[in-house]
Protein backbone atom coordinates (compact mmCIF):
# COMPACT_ATOMS: atom_id res chain seq x y z
CA UNK A 1 0.00 0.00 0.00
CA UNK A 2 1.34 3.45 -0.52
CA UNK A 3 0.83 6.43 1.75
CA UNK A 4 0.73 9.95 0.51
CA UNK A 5 1.34 13.08 2.33
CA UNK A 6 0.29 16.61 1.04
CA UNK A 7 1.56 20.02 1.71
CA UNK A 8 2.40 23.55 0.59
CA UNK A 9 -1.19 24.71 0.40
CA UNK A 10 -1.67 28.27 1.67
CA UNK A 11 -4.10 31.51 1.34
CA UNK A 12 -2.81 33.58 -1.49
CA UNK A 13 -3.79 36.21 -3.82
CA UNK A 14 -5.51 36.27 -7.06
CA UNK A 15 -3.02 36.06 -9.29
CA UNK A 16 -0.50 34.51 -6.99
CA UNK A 17 1.08 31.28 -7.23
CA UNK A 18 1.70 27.70 -5.53
CA UNK A 19 3.63 24.77 -5.64
CA UNK A 20 1.85 21.47 -3.82
CA UNK A 21 4.15 18.33 -2.98
CA UNK A 22 3.06 15.31 -2.40
CA UNK A 23 5.57 12.63 -0.55
CA UNK A 24 5.10 8.77 -1.42
CA UNK A 25 5.91 5.79 0.79
CA UNK A 26 5.54 2.71 0.47
CA UNK A 27 4.67 0.24 -2.24
CA UNK A 28 4.03 1.87 -5.65
CA UNK A 29 3.49 -0.35 -8.44
CA UNK A 30 6.22 0.07 -11.35
CA UNK A 31 3.25 1.38 -13.78
CA UNK A 32 1.01 4.25 -12.25
CA UNK A 33 -1.20 6.83 -12.39
CA UNK A 34 -0.45 9.51 -9.98
CA UNK A 35 -2.93 12.79 -10.10
CA UNK A 36 -3.99 15.67 -8.03
CA UNK A 37 -7.74 15.84 -7.04
CA UNK A 38 -9.15 18.99 -5.71
CA UNK A 39 -12.62 18.93 -4.04
CA UNK A 40 -15.08 22.33 -2.88
CA UNK A 41 -17.54 22.10 -0.24
CA UNK A 42 -20.94 20.02 -2.16
CA UNK A 43 -19.14 19.66 -5.27
CA UNK A 44 -17.41 16.32 -6.67
CA UNK A 45 -13.65 15.41 -6.38
CA UNK A 46 -12.85 16.77 -9.85
CA UNK A 47 -8.93 15.63 -11.42
CA UNK A 48 -7.19 18.27 -12.27
CA UNK A 49 -3.65 16.30 -13.22
CA UNK A 50 -2.14 13.15 -13.72
CA UNK A 51 1.30 11.56 -14.28
CA UNK A 52 1.76 7.87 -15.36
CA UNK A 53 5.54 6.19 -15.06
CA UNK A 54 6.34 6.72 -18.65
CA UNK A 55 6.16 10.52 -17.66
CA UNK A 56 3.18 11.75 -20.05
CA UNK A 57 0.83 13.70 -18.34
CA UNK A 58 -3.45 14.79 -18.91
CA UNK A 59 -4.56 18.20 -17.57
CA UNK A 60 -8.16 19.57 -17.39
CA UNK A 61 -9.10 22.29 -19.82
CA UNK A 62 -9.23 24.79 -16.90
CA UNK A 63 -6.38 24.10 -15.58
CA UNK A 64 -4.35 23.39 -18.78
CA UNK A 65 -1.85 26.27 -19.05
CA UNK A 66 -1.96 27.46 -15.77
CA UNK A 67 -0.86 24.48 -13.83
CA UNK A 68 2.02 21.70 -14.46
CA UNK A 69 2.38 18.32 -12.62
CA UNK A 70 6.05 16.79 -11.73
CA UNK A 71 7.69 13.68 -10.19
CA UNK A 72 10.75 13.84 -8.53
CA UNK A 73 13.04 11.93 -6.75
CA UNK A 74 14.85 12.99 -3.92
CA UNK A 75 17.20 11.16 -1.69
CA UNK A 76 15.23 7.59 -2.91
CA UNK A 77 11.81 9.26 -1.79
CA UNK A 78 9.52 10.23 -4.25
CA UNK A 79 7.58 13.06 -4.66
CA UNK A 80 4.75 14.66 -6.86
CA UNK A 81 4.10 18.59 -7.14
CA UNK A 82 1.51 20.58 -8.75
CA UNK A 83 2.68 24.25 -9.83
CA UNK A 84 -0.30 26.38 -9.96
CA UNK A 85 -0.04 30.03 -11.10
CA UNK A 86 -2.49 32.65 -12.39
CA UNK A 87 -4.62 31.57 -9.70
CA UNK A 88 -8.19 32.67 -9.38
CA UNK A 89 -11.12 32.70 -6.31
CA UNK A 90 -12.73 29.21 -8.35
CA UNK A 91 -9.15 27.60 -7.67
CA UNK A 92 -10.49 27.49 -3.95
CA UNK A 93 -10.37 23.86 -2.72
CA UNK A 94 -8.92 21.27 -0.72
CA UNK A 95 -6.34 19.52 -2.63
CA UNK A 96 -5.70 15.69 -3.15
CA UNK A 97 -2.95 13.83 -4.75
CA UNK A 98 -3.69 10.16 -5.39
CA UNK A 99 -2.39 6.96 -6.76
CA UNK A 100 -3.57 4.09 -8.27
CA UNK A 101 -1.75 1.19 -10.71
CA UNK A 102 -1.70 1.26 -14.44
CA UNK A 103 -3.29 -2.24 -15.52
CA UNK A 104 -1.86 -3.06 -19.43
CA UNK A 105 -3.71 -1.37 -21.86
CA UNK A 106 -5.40 1.76 -19.48
CA UNK A 107 -5.33 4.56 -21.00
CA UNK A 108 -5.61 7.76 -18.75
CA UNK A 109 -7.59 7.12 -15.25
CA UNK A 110 -9.02 11.15 -14.22
CA UNK A 111 -11.78 9.96 -12.08
CA UNK A 112 -11.50 9.74 -8.26
CA UNK A 113 -13.32 6.99 -7.71
CA UNK A 114 -10.88 4.53 -9.35
CA UNK A 115 -8.35 5.98 -7.34
CA UNK A 116 -6.89 3.52 -4.44
CA UNK A 117 -4.54 5.44 -2.17
CA UNK A 118 -5.14 9.44 -1.35
CA UNK A 119 -3.24 11.59 1.20
CA UNK A 120 -5.32 13.61 3.64
CA UNK A 121 -5.70 17.27 1.55
CA UNK A 122 -4.04 20.35 1.94
CA UNK A 123 -6.46 23.72 1.33
CA UNK A 124 -5.73 26.41 -1.08
CA UNK A 125 -7.75 29.35 -0.98
CA UNK A 126 -7.70 32.47 -3.67
CA UNK A 127 -9.11 35.42 -2.65
CA UNK A 128 -9.42 38.92 -4.13
Known amino acids: QVQLVESGGDSVQVGGSLKLSCKVS????????MGWFRQSPGDFREGLAV?????????RDSVKVRFTISLDNRENTLYLYLEMNRLKPEDTATYYC????????????????????WGQGTQVTVSS
Open 51 to 59: IRDDGDTWY
Open 26 to 33: GYLSSTYF
Open 98 to 117: AATGRPPGATWYTLATVYQS
